[in-house]
């Protein structure tokens, strides 16, 4: 029996829909990176990467490989898309509750800290230039960590999740601040004050009560350009812009609810024009007043977050990973983990990442600094910061930061990469491992005792 067309269409729409679709494209562009990268192919891989793209305007010119158009410019989108969750958490999220947001700041400053000095006693007495990998374990890609969660259903307690969101939007605060002051070496501080002066503007226009997003958006660019000459990574100019957009509505539910029924009853009452694939003018203007008011009760911050999610989970992540997961083993992969920024980088993201949480939230706690959210046991902490040593997006940015441009370390970007991905799957098993049995000893606890009647003689 076939199925008829509007089911077909109903399961496309659910399988684009899917949460897990942009884990699922982000790990196919990796293994696909991975492939090439050792394939008999490898150097069209790295022409594909290194093709030169330029813009220009007059005698303005902006010319890139397009490695660096993904990393600097395709990022900024989803540093953006960061900012806006940060701001929106700080506005009415966890992080807007004093003893909640203490627990997450206690958890990721911990989860930072730790895996940072393990990855600089791993360092010891070795290159100098190595230890520049130290911000590499500190990252969590926050995507994959609640992606993979998202995988124990129900069985997770709410809390745990919030916790696990709160703790990584705190750690991209964390890491953000790491790449603008220590991985950024020469500044041109000509074009960072013109960056910073536009930034300023769009202060002022969020002031005053601008709510147009495409105004944002050429504020931003301008933004963007000046931080990218000025040598301040052009991503942190994205995430700062992010903290300009309206956050406020422009009309209250009640004034909304009360206009949209006023409209919806003209519209009605009006007559039908004569096609039945047109509206009457009439009608038109009803619908352009429908929607003009739900432009105005709606955020801008929000708005733009629900249509910018989507853009990066399918498209900016999955390009990023296709572009910097392309990691050539030529010495084999044993080799390459055997190598001391290897070793950092996953006792770091592997050992670091649930030792430094589960410590400084267990501090923060007994401290009365902070509290455990409801249903959550210290088992769920310890298995959330193993699915927070899953570093990959972040980490792997990082690192290309990190051993950039130093002839001396080009190796060692290829093995912080390679270290990257292994940390990232332990850490993912152990995490998924730890919580599946506490839920599952959860669930039977609060279950009772089971009572089996005696057989009846």
Known sequence: MQSSPSNAHKGVARF????????????????????????????????????PLGVSVGRAALNKPLLLW??????????????????????????????????????????????????????????????????????????FALGLLALLGDRVPPGLRVFLAALAIVDDIGAVLVIAVFYTDTIAVASLVAGLLVFALAIVANRARVRNPLFYFLLGTLVWLA?????????????????VIPARTAT???????????????????????????????????????GRRVDLVRAPLQWLEHQLEPVVKRLVLPVFALANAGVAIDGGFGRALAHPVSIGIVIGL???????????????????????????????????????????????FVSSLAFEGDQATVSVVSVAKVS??????????????VLNRVTRAARVADAGPVIVDAPQP
Not at 104 to 121: E, K, R, T
Not at 258 to 283: I, K, T, Y
């Open 350 to 396: 592997c050992l670091g990442k649930p030792l430094g949480i589960v410590s400084f939230s267990y501090l923060a706690v007994r401290l009365r600094l902070a509290e455990l959210p409801a249903g959550i046991r210290w088992a769920h902490v310890a298995g959330a910061g193993m699915l927070a040593g899953v570093g990959f997006t972040m980490a792997l």
């Open 70 to 143: 993904i990393n600097d410019g395709l990022m900024g989108i989803f540093f953006f898309l960061v900012g806006l969750e940060i701001k929106r958490e700080l506005l009415v999220g966890e992080l807007a509750r004093p003893r909640k947001a203490a627990l997450a700041v206690a958890a990721a400053l911990g989860g930072m800290l730790v895996p940072a000095a393990l990855f600089v006693a791993a360092q010891q007495g070795q290159p100098a230039a190595y230890s520049r990998g130290w911000g590499v374990p500190m990252s969590t890609d926050i995507a």
């Open 227 to 243: 931080f990218l000459k000025s040598g301040v990574h052009a991503t942190i100019a994205a995430l700062l812009m992010a903290f």
């Open 252 to 290: 209250d539910p009640e004034s909304f609810a009360r206009g949209v029924a006023d409209d919806l009853r003209e519209f009605n009452e009006l007559p039908p024009n004569d096609s039945p694939r047109l509206h009457s003018l009439e009608r038109e203007r009803r619908i352009d007043s429908i």
């Open 16 to 51: 684009f829909d899917h949460p897990l679709l942009g884990i699922a494209l982000m790990l196919g562009a990796t293994l696909v990176a991975l492939v090439w990268a050792n394939s008999p192919w490898a150097s069209s891989y790295q022409r594909l990467l290194h093709v």
């Open 420 to 433: 990257i991905l292994v940390g990232s799957i332990v850490s993912a098993v152990a995490g998924l491992f």
